[in-house]
């Protein structure tokens, strides 16, 4: 059909215009079972008449289905080509091959990063998890610290000795021995008219009072101490012991055990000077 | 006329229906269709030149088809259909070029 000679044509029509006297020269199968039908058409006389008027002939209705065949094929595969989830349907073999080994390669290094990614979380989040552990000791430690210290309210169980001196015959020395005695029956917390007493606490005669850490006792004094009721009285009962001493100097002295005993006041944590901590 | 009627008759009722290619067909189709466009191209030229003939037109379609899908089945079965189909389109690109350029010519007279 397409080995038409296109210069002899061309020289044919410059020849004879309003002529194409066939292709009496293809080799074409379909040119070689015609004949020449009409001679004096043009190809567009014969295109206008083949289609209009419309002819039922054989012919014609051999060649409309094979176009039904044609046009509906055509249809389809655009439809199909068209078709937005099936890029890879008119893949080939080969092809489908190649992607689904780079998509096996690029599964395969996504994998990777995130096995790579979900360690470093876990190792970020132990070491989280160990920073607040040592965050919360350290808070607990701060509180047990600084009940000791005194930078921190306690309450709890203790008792309440109130000391009625009024004769003024109370002396520092009386006080610390029962400082002493309280602590070595297990007080905890201790505070005195108000002062918080720690280890460096110290008492002072100043005239006819006392003076706890610089600040001025009046009468009566009132020691609010936290630790085992049930120790710290017969303690300071003992014979010969602090309340026996108090009494000798005509002081009276009232014990009360207390389920709660809130000791409130607060000293100012101070830092030390010239001791540091040896600890790292 | 009753041929272009066809055609579009065709066309509509694919769009209309779309039905699902068959796996086993799927690969031939396209390269059957070009072929089918080939054979249509060469016999509008046919016509133009007055030589149209129906039987000729008919054989030509389906042998031209039949030997578009043989041509790419063999190349899958040989590891080349790639390389093949694309060969028989190329080919078949430049049979419709070179009808199209005669049609033209006629319909035209450029």
Known sequence: ?280 | MIAVLGLVVGVVAGLLVRPEVPAVVEPYLPIAVVAALDAVFGGLRAMLDGIFDDKVFVVSFLSNVVVAALIVFLGDKLGVGAQLSTGVVVVLGIRIFSNAAAIRRHVFRA
Do not use: C
């Open chain 1, 1 to 280: 059909m397409s080995n038409h000679e296109e210069s002899a044509e061309n020289r044919l029509r410059k020849e004879l215009p309003e002529e194409v006297p066939a292709a009496a020269e293809s080799t074409e199968a379909v040119d070689s079972a015609a004949e020449e039908q009409s001679p004096q058409l043009t190809g567009r006389q014969r295109l206008a008449k083949g289609l209009w008027p419309p002819r039922v002939t054989r012919a014609q209705l051999i060649v409309a289905l094979l176009l039904f065949g044609l046009g509906f094929g055509l249809a389809v595969q655009v439809a199909s080509n068209s078709d937005g989830d099936s890029a890879l349907r008119g893949a080939r073999q080969e092809d489908l091959v190649r992607i689904l080994d780079e998509l096996d390669d690029r599964t395969q290094r996504l994998e990777d990063e995130k096995q790579g990614l979900e360690k470093q979380r876990d190792e970020l989040e132990n070491s989280s998890n160990q920073a607040e552990e040592a965050r919360r000791q350290t808070v607990e430690k701060e509180k047990q610290l600084g009940i000791l210290a005194g930078t921190v309210a306690a309450q709890g169980p203790g008792i309440t000795m109130t000391i009625e001196d009024t004769k003024g015959t109370v002396e520092a020395d009386m006080l610390l021995d029962a400082i002493q005695e309280l602590r070595a029956a297990g007080a905890e917390a201790i505070q005195v008219n108000g002062v918080r007493v720690v280890a460096d606490t110290y008492l002072t005669d100043s005239g006819n009072s006392v003076s706890v850490d610089g600040n001025k006792i009046n009468a009566p004094v009132r020691f609010k101490v936290i630790g085992k009721p049930q120790d710290l009285e017969p303690a300071l009962n003992i014979p010969g012991g602090v309340v026996q001493t108090f009494e000798k100097e005509q002081a009276t002295v009232t014990i009360e055990r207390s389920d709660k005993i809130v000791v409130d006041a607060l000293r100012v944590a101070k830092r030390p000077d010239y001791a540091r901590s040896s600890s790292q």
